[in-house]
Nanobody, 119 residues
Framework: VQLVESGGGLVQPGGSLRLSCVAS????????MSWYRQAPGKERELVVG???????IYYGDSKGRFTISRDNAKNTVYLQMNSLKRGDTAVYYC??????????????WGQGTQVAVSA
């Protein structure tokens, strides 16, 4: 199983970035996919999720600025981030969760991609 994030980088306040997470080794379309982030000195937090059905859940102030989408044909989940603020600076992680299936649950993490918002 692999989740490989990309698309992070340095951006000025007000700018945009698009993160990608390519999955392999499991049935992507059956998993809920989420983006988490962890800022220096802080706990990892959930930013946004998208269920296997395609419904989306936004947390914190991501709604209105961030958009999550998935392409099941490409086994890829995206995070479009607009109007970035300095407070968005963090390592962003991709997460895959199967939910409870046959009494078990599978949960996978990517290695993270750094997003830095600075002038």
């Amino acid at each position: 199983v692999q989740l490989v994030e990309s698309g992070g980088g340095l951006v000025q306040p007000g700018g945009s970035l698009r993160l990608s997470c390519v999955a392999s080794g499991f049935t992507f379309s059956r998993y809920a996919m989420s983006w988490y982030r962890q800022a220096p000195g802080k706990e990892r937090e959930l930013v946004v999720g998208i269920r296997a059905t395609g419904s989306r859940i936004y947390y914190g102030d991501s709604k209105g600025r961030f958009t999550i989408s998935r392409d099941n044909a490409k086994n890829t989940v995206y995070l479009q981030m607009n109007s970035l603020k300095r407070g968005d600076t963090a390592v962003y992680y991709c997460n895959a969760d199967s939910g409870i299936v046959d009494g078990g649950r599978h949960n996978y993490w990517g290695q993270g991609t750094q997003v830095a918002v600075s002038a």
